[in-house]
């Protein structure tokens, strides 16, 4: 009936996780502008770089969208490509979010330094996470349906997918809200 | 009286036969399996937390005693609520889910069997979290506080059911207490999530041909309402409890006003969750009633889609009124006011449904059935606490209930006389299509009885003890408060509740082995789960029944449309075999989720939080690998 | 809508329950400032809606349960009767009324009530709550005390709430409500007093091992008694120097002046509550204990004993110690 089921537990699912990123993006702009001590946004942020991840990881959503598109046109090698590449891009982007944070880290800015440096790292460490199980999930579907264990290649790139592209879509309310709004 | 609705039942060797012993129930995923494993462990930690409850009230008794220390009676209210809230009301819903939903809707099973199986265990891996320190505490509580082991001398939680900052913080809370608390709650909202989702899905996509979402039982209704209300609210206290463990563990801010944190941002992410939780405990008992009152009247719910929206309606704006538990915080006038009226509103599907309910009996032939008559204590018992909860929504009003017993009254009104009553009432009406014996209705009569008795006769007191200024989580009190004769009167009537309780449990079990015997359809009731044996076989339904009503049981007998029929022809049935991996997976996530709290005694529990990502990896890798998801 | 004609009813409420029997020192339903009036006068506008409202529904239920028992002698099944729009429609319409009703007055004294104070005569008392008892500044007069709050008469008293620990609720049931005391902020309450007397107070939110013994005094007075106290709190204690001598040589040799203030010697920590004016307190260790020489002694001899967790150490002094040094805080008036 209606929806495949898989794909309607990752919507619940996703509605479940707005409300966890809600909290969180919640605490990270309650606190926005409250640390009393540095280094703030501006002493450490690099809007050059952050836009090219944020660029990366948009790409790699596009790449998702072709992936989606060749496993339901059961173009399995095709989509194992796109799949690769989505997951390169995901590997990109904690590239640079490991390259950002250890920058951070040196410029004095911690967990403990001050509130910023909390809600920051959090924030983005747990997109970061989410990305990072992102990829996990793509090399497992890249894996069995490489060894023809999957039933349904179709449905569940589709729904790995929806989760890729909500993950992306978090990423740019963060960069919108933690990142943008300090050069307005 | 009752007039079966006679399903002939042709057994598939093979379906039927239920196989038994430890191992199978290890690895059961057949959703009424798991729903009798909810149900007996929320009836030994309902039965927990009532010890604790009787021990709170032993202490108040009498002013200035000293039956318990000051610290552990901290100790026992916070786990006394926690207990009641998180391993009581909820997993006893849960059961019901678990048992009815599936059967109710048609189905063979809920659409992730093994999610469910790993959802218990989880739950269950939490509520051990929980209560274990009960365990270490009388060893550690010597401890020299200079040693490492020193955070050991106290690991009860004792901060309150809602943990307020900054009490939790380090500084305040230096021992382990708060951390099994917390360890133990992310345990148990990773598991009510993981049954939301499995349980959207299965409502949305497993219902059987005809039933369409308004022909849907009510109670399936509010379990859907309840999933959506848990799958939202949950990531709002795991996000508090991460934040929490952070500032405990690794030295950030998000709680400390000595660095720019905000100890209001607890309650708010904390309350944020922990009212629409409050529906996630009444909104089940709701739909339990909005059966049991039909079915006993022989009539059908009186504006069935009025009380199905309205009960979306309180979902909805259970989501919108969380600050009113923050009246004394000092908000703001304008946020204060904002919050009054939003609370004020939940009044108003809330006294829809009672009213819908009243006009159910209005014209019907009542049968008062020990489940009936839980069922009216519950209308009763919640209105009485639903109008209370109005008194507190005025916040001037509020400035001099809140923390004191009016609101303790307030609560216990809507939880023990709302959930728990319609949960009994529950119990007492599906227990035949569980086990296929009746309860025993003598001794159900005397059971409602001391029931309805004691628990008026301790909680309605609290209402003056509360307006006459005694504040909640008080360990003693001084004579000379005008006090001291009420408390000894709520005690008195404590004890009477246990007691009837005590012999509840003692019929329950009696009735499972030696109840009279019961057939399919014994109330006459309408809904599907009543045309498959009692108890149903593993398989729930020989054949998927058609459905042309939504009182599709009552209709094929009484008219006036068809109801149901089955379709013609075998059918094949597909179950899943059983799995192991559900209980190694939980077990994983348990071990991993607990070892923050080892975290603060050494680093070697580094060793712990390895071990349960591995088992989360090996558990979850095979578990797709497995046949038959 | 004028709140004395509610407020007539409230009697009503009140006989019924002080007929369940004795003194209610903490009762909310006596109320002696402006604002509890104003808030009761609310309650028993809300009560007694809910009272017709539990009547209707329990009264309802109990009738149609009697009425509509089966009899077992029935042969058809009731009417299937499965709903009536307009009945519905009534009671969701009609519950709208009656929280208007509730919500107009609500609102308008949540705004009333937080209003800044306008009173020039108003005053002023910062409250810090510590674990576990009460220190109060007045800000504007100079004086610093404990557990014992003086207020005078008819005259706007603005309470600023504050904590540096964890959170405490600030709570005089029949003067002015509660307020809480959150660290990071302050909080304000404000009333004004309408009899004279002694009036209970104590900590509503639970803040550890011995929120159950976190309470207080606030003792309101005429006007003239009010600067007379307010005289005598800001003057050194009077001792005399003999007494003062040695007491306070015990005080020091004993340690206390490490948390202890007391005005007019070296004693000027403030971990503990200021010792000042001790001796004219009439309870102390927040309003736990009477204030006399037995409990001094007990108090001094081991706080932790009677205060379970208390920040103020057992510090294992002697009979003779402990004896002087409850007779030295005695004289402290
Ligand atoms: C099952 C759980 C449950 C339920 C259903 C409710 C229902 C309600 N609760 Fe309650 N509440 C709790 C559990 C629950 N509560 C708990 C556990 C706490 C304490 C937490 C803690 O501090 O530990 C609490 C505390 C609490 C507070 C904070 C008190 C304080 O600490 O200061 C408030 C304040 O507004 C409140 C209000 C309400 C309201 C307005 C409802 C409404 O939903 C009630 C609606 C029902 C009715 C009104 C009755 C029927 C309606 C009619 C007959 C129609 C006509 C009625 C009118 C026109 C008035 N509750
Ligand atoms: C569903 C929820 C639920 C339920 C059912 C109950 C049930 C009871 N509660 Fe509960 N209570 C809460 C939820 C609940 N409570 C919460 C959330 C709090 C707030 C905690 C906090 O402040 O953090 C609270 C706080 C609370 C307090 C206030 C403590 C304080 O603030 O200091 C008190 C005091 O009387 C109390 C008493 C009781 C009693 C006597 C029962 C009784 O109904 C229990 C009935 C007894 C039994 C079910 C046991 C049956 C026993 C046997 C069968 C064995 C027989 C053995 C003997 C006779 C020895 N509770
Ligand atoms: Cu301070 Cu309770
Ligand atoms: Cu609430």
């Known amino acids: 009936m209606g929806v495949d089921n898989y794909k309607l537990a990752m919507w619940t699912f996703l509605g479940s996780?707005?409300?966890?990123?809600?909290?969180?993006?919640?605490?990270?702009?309650?606190?926005?502008?409250?640390?009393?001590?540095?280094?703030?946004?501006?002493?450490?942020?690099?809007?050059?770089?952050?836009?090219?991840?944020?660029?990366?990881?948009?790409?790699?959503?596009?790449?998702?969208?072709?992936?989606?598109?060749?496993?339901?046109?059961?173009?399995?090698?095709?989509?194992?490509?796109?799949?690769?590449?989505?997951?390169?891009?995901?590997?990109?982007?904690?590239?640079?979010?490991?390259?950002?944070?250890?920058?951070?880290?040196?410029?004095?800015?911690?967990?403990?330094?001050?509130?910023?440096?909390?809600?920051?790292?959090?924030?983005?460490?747990?997109?970061?996470t989410h990305v990072a199980v992102g990829v996990l999930l793509l090399g497992s579907l890249a894996w069995s349906a490489k060894r023809g264990h999957l039933a349904n290649i179709g449905e569940t790139t589709e729904v790995i997918g929806l989760y890729w592209h909500f993950v992306d879509v978090v990423w740019i309310v963060i960069f919108t809200l933690v990142y943008l709004l300090e050069y307005t | 009286?009752?007039?079966?609705?006679?399903?002939?039942?042709?057994?598939?060797?093979?379906?039927?036969?239920?196989?038994?012993?430890?191992?199978?129930?290890?690895?059961?995923?057949?959703?009424?399996?798991?729903?009798?494993?909810?149900?007996?462990?929320?009836?030994?930690?309902?039965?927990?937390?009532?010890?604790?409850?009787?021990?709170?009230?032993?202490?108040?008794?009498?002013?200035?005693?000293?039956?318990?220390?000051?610290?552990?009676?901290?100790?026992?209210f916070t786990m006394h609520g926690t207990t009641m809230i998180f391993l009581g009301v909820m997993p006893l819903s849960a059961a019901f889910f678990n048992y009815m939903i599936p059967l109710q809707i048609g189905a063979r099973d809920v659409v992730f069997p093994r999610l469910n199986a790993f959802s218990y265990w989880l739950f269950l891996f939490g509520a051990f979290v929980l209560n274990v320190p009960f365990l270490i505490q009388p060893f550690t509580a010597g401890l020299d506080p200079s040693s490492t082991l020193a955070p050991l001398i106290r690991v009860i939680p004792d901060g309150g059911w809602f943990g307020y900052a900054t009490l939790t913080g380090k500084e305040f809370s230096p021992y382990l207490s708060i951390d099994f608390w917390v360890a133990g709650l992310q345990i148990l909202g990773i598991a009510s999530m993981a049954a939301g989702f499995n349980f959207i899905v299965t409502i949305f996509n497993m219902r059987a041909p005809g039933m369409t979402m308004l022909r849907m039982p009510v109670f399936t209704w509010m379990t859907l309402v309840v999933q959506f209300l848990v799958v939202l609210s949950f990531p709002c206290i795991t996000v508090a409890l991460i934040l929490l463990l952070m500032?405990?563990?690794?030295?950030?801010?998000?709680?400390?006003?000595?660095?720019?944190?905000?100890?209001?941002?607890?309650?708010?992410?904390?309350?944020?969750?922990?009212?629409?939780?409050?529906?996630?405990?009444?909104?089940?008992?709701?739909?339990?009633?909005?059966?049991?009152?039909?079915?006993?009247?022989?009539?059908?719910?009186?504006?069935?889609?009025?009380?199905?929206?309205?009960?979306?309606?309180?979902?909805?704006?259970?989501?919108?009124?969380?600050?009113?538990?923050m009246f004394t915080t000092g908000l703001g006038a304008a946020a204060d006011a904002a919050f009054s009226?939003?609370?004020?509103?939940?009044?108003?599907?809330?006294?829809?449904?009672?009213?819908?309910?009243?006009?159910?009996?209005?014209?019907?032939?009542?049968?008062?059935?020990?489940?009936?008559?839980?069922?009216?204590?519950?209308?009763?018992?919640?209105?009485?606490?639903?109008?209370?909860?109005?008194?507190?929504?005025?916040?001037?009003?509020?400035?001099?209930?809140?923390?004191?017993?009016?609101?303790?009254?307030?609560?216990?009104?809507?939880?023990?006389?709302?959930?728990?009553?319609?949960?009994?009432?529950?119990?007492?009406?599906?227990?035949?299509?569980?086990?296929?014996?009746?309860?025993?209705?003598?001794?159900?009569?005397?059971?409602?009885?001391?029931?309805?008795?004691?628990?008026?006769?301790?909680?309605?007191?609290?209402?003056?003890?509360?307006?006459?200024?005694?504040?909640?989580?008080?360990?003693?009190?001084?004579?000379?408060?005008?006090?001291?004769?009420?408390?000894?009167?709520?005690?008195?009537?404590?004890?009477?509740?246990?007691?009837?309780v005590l012999l509840f449990l003692i019929s329950f079990f009696r009735s499972m082995r030696n109840g009279a015997k019961a057939g399919a359809n014994p109330w006459d009731a309408a809904t599907l789960e009543w045309i498959t044996t009692s108890p149903p076989a593993v398989h729930n339904f020989d054949k998927t029944p058609m459905v042309y009503s939504d009182r599709p049981v009552w209709e094929k007998s009484h008219g006036p449309g068809p109801g149901y029929s089955l379709p013609e022809g075998e059918e094949h049935i597909h179950l899943p075999p059983p799995s192991i991996k559900p209980l190694i997976g939980a077990v994983g996530v348990g071990m991993f989720l607990t070892s923050?709290?080892?975290?603060?005694?050494?680093?070697?529990?580094?060793?712990?939080?390895?071990?349960g990502l591995a088992l989360i990896f090996y558990s979850f890798y095979t578990w797709f690998l497995e046949p038959g998801h | 809508m004028k709140p004395t004609r509610a407020s007539l009813l409230l009697p009503l409420v009140m006989v019924v329950l002080a007929a369940c029997g004795g003194d209610h020192p903490m009762s909310t339903f006596i109320a002696h400032s402006d604002l509890t009036r104003e808030i009761n006068a609310i309650y028993s506008r809300i009560f007694w809606w809910t009272a017709l409202l539990f009547l209707l529904v329990q009264g309802g239920l109990i009738y149609v349960v009697l009425r509509f028992r089966a009899k077992g002698t029935e042969t058809a099944n009731p009417e299937q009767v499965h709903g009536n729009i307009r009945l519905e429609l009534t009671w969701t319409i009609l519950p709208i009324f009656i929280l208007m009703h509730i919500a107009i007055p609500t609102v308008s004294l949540i705004f009333k009530s937080q209003a800044q104070t306008t009173e020039e005569n108003a005053v002023l008392v910062n409250a810090l709550g510590k674990q576990w008892w009460f220190a109060f500044e007045y800000p504007e007069l100079g004086v610093t005390t404990a557990n014992e709050m003086h207020v005078p008469l008819g005259t706007e008293i603005e309470v600023r709430l504050q904590s540096d620990n964890v959170i405490h609720s600030f709570w005089v049931p029949q003067l002015m409500a509660k307020r809480d005391m959150v660290p990071g902020r302050v909080n304000h309450i404000k009333?004004?007093?309408?009899?004279?007397?002694?009036?209970?107070?104590?900590?509503?939110?639970?803040?550890?091992?011995?929120?159950?013994?976190?309470?207080?005094?606030?003792?309101?007075?005429?006007?003239?008694?009010?600067?007379?106290?307010?005289?005598?709190?800001?003057?050194?204690?009077?001792?005399?120097?003999?007494?003062?001598?040695?007491?306070?040589?015990?005080?020091?040799?004993?340690?206390?002046?490490?948390?202890?203030?007391?005005?007019?010697?070296?004693?000027?920590?403030?971990?503990?509550?200021?010792?000042?004016?001790?001796?004219?307190r009439t309870m102390i260790a927040s309003g736990i204990l009477e204030n006399n020489e037995e409990n001094l002694k007990k108090w001094i001899k081991d706080p932790p004993g009677v205060k379970p967790g208390s920040k103020m150490p057992n510090l294992n002094l002697s009979d003779e110690q402990v004896a002087s040094l409850a007779a030295y805080l005695q004289t402290l008036k």
């Open chain 2, 341 to 500: 009226v939003t609370t004020m509103l939940i009044a108003i599907p809330t006294g829809v449904k009672i009213f819908n309910w009243i006009f159910t009996l209005w014209g019907g032939q009542i049968r008062l059935t020990t489940s009936m008559l839980f069922a009216l204590g519950f209308v009763g018992m919640f209105t009485m606490g639903g109008l209370s909860g109005i008194m507190h929504s005025s916040p001037p009003v509020d400035l001099q209930q809140q923390d004191s017993y009016f609101v303790v009254a307030h609560f216990h009104y809507v939880l023990f006389g709302g959930a728990i009553f319609g949960l009994f009432s529950g119990i007492y009406y599906w227990f035949p299509k569980m086990s296929g014996r009746f309860l025993d209705e003598t001794w159900g009569k005397i059971i409602f009885a001391l029931v309805l008795g004691g628990f008026n006769l301790t909680f309605f007191p609290m209402h003056f003890v509360g307006a006459w200024g005694m504040p909640r989580r008080i360990y003693t009190y001084d004579e000379g408060m005008g006090w001291d004769q009420v408390n000894l009167l709520e005690t008195i009537g404590a004890f009477t509740l246990a007691f009837g």
């Open chain 3, 191 to 280: 009333f004004k007093a309408e009899k004279l007397g002694e009036f209970y107070g104590q900590c509503a939110e639970y803040c550890g091992d011995s929120h159950a013994l976190m309470k207080f005094r606030v003792v309101v007075d005429t006007p003239e008694d009010f600067a007379k106290w307010i005289a005598s709190q800001k003057a050194p204690a009077e001792t005399e120097a003999a007494t003062a001598q040695a007491g306070f040589q015990a005080f020091q040799g004993a340690g206390c002046v490490a948390c202890h203030a007391i005005n007019g010697t070296t004693a000027a920590a403030v971990i503990g509550p200021d010792l000042t004016h001790v001796g004219s």
């Open chain 2, 1 to 76: 009286m009752a007039t079966p609705a006679a399903v002939p039942h042709t057994h598939e060797a093979g379906h039927s036969a239920s196989p038994s012993g430890l191992w199978s129930w290890l690895t059961t995923v057949d959703h009424k399996r798991i729903g009798i494993l909810y149900g007996l462990s929320a009836l030994a930690f309902f039965v927990l937390g009532g010890v604790e409850g009787l021990i709170i009230r032993s202490q108040l008794s009498v002013p200035n005693n000293d039956l318990v220390s000051a610290p552990f009676y901290n100790a026992l």
């Open chain 2, 247 to 325: 500032d405990r563990l690794f030295g950030t801010h998000f709680y400390i006003p000595s660095a720019g944190g905000d100890p209001l941002l607890w309650q708010h992410l904390f309350w944020l969750f922990g009212h629409p939780e409050v529906y996630i405990l009444i909104l089940p008992a709701m739909g339990i009633v909005s059966e049991v009152l039909p079915v006993f009247s022989r009539k059908p719910l009186f504006g069935a889609p009025f009380v199905i929206f309205s009960g979306i309606t309180i979902g909805l704006l259970g989501f919108g009124v969380w600050a009113h538990h």
């Open chain 1, 17 to 128: 996780e707005c409300f966890f990123f809600g909290s969180l993006i919640g605490t990270y702009m309650s606190y926005r502008g409250k640390s009393l001590t540095g280094p703030y946004p501006l002493d450490v942020f690099d809007p050059a770089v952050t836009s090219i991840s944020t660029f990366d990881l948009l790409a790699s959503s596009l790449f998702m969208v072709l992936a989606v598109h060749y496993a339901k046109a059961g173009e399995i090698n095709k989509m194992l490509g796109w799949v690769a590449a989505t997951m390169v891009g995901g590997l990109i982007f904690l590239g640079f979010q490991y390259y950002e944070f250890s920058h951070f880290v040196h410029e004095g800015l911690t967990l403990k330094s001050n509130l910023f440096g909390a809600t920051f790292y959090v924030l983005t460490g747990f997109h970061g």
């Open chain 2, 596 to 611: 923050f709290v080892a975290l603060n005694l050494s680093i070697l529990a580094l060793g712990m939080t390895a071990l």
